[in-house]
């Protein structure tokens, strides 16, 4: 089991990463591999970002430029442990906002995510009979984009939070 069995938050101060954000679409189309359904959008979401993070330590970004798991940049809709990915959805548009810059800590690393709002990525896991927001690990979890990856204890430094 996990050291921390839960989630923890925390609000950090974004405003020059949203800047960047608003200057790329905010949309992106459905895909799926392996059970596993996203919404693949812009890698610039990562690749402009993550310089952005530096002011928190040494951040890595995730590894969805390597294969396997190479998908790039995305929005996760239903992970395979949700275990009810429709197959025909294939191809379908979706658009979303950026709401902010969190860090989210849960086991042994510490993920920094850009925090996502879309109302047609709520009503599209409903009408596929999911809650609101996809499970991840047992946990209901928001929409958000990955942009760095670090272990908890591992070159951390104190993260300064929103102000």
Known sequence: MDKFEKLILTELAGKRVLQVTSKLAAEGVIQQRDNFCYLKINDDYIHHTHPFLNEYGVIEKPA?????????????????????????????IHSFSICGLLK???GSREYFVLAVSSPSLTTFRQTHHLGEKPTFKGQEIFFHITIGVRDCFENAINTPSRK
């Open 64 to 92: 969805y430029f390597i294969p396997p798991d190479d998908v790039g940049a995305h929005i996760s809709i239903i992970y395979p442990e949700e275990d009810n990915v429709p197959q025909t959805v294939v191809g379908q």
């Open 104 to 106: 989210a800590q849960y």
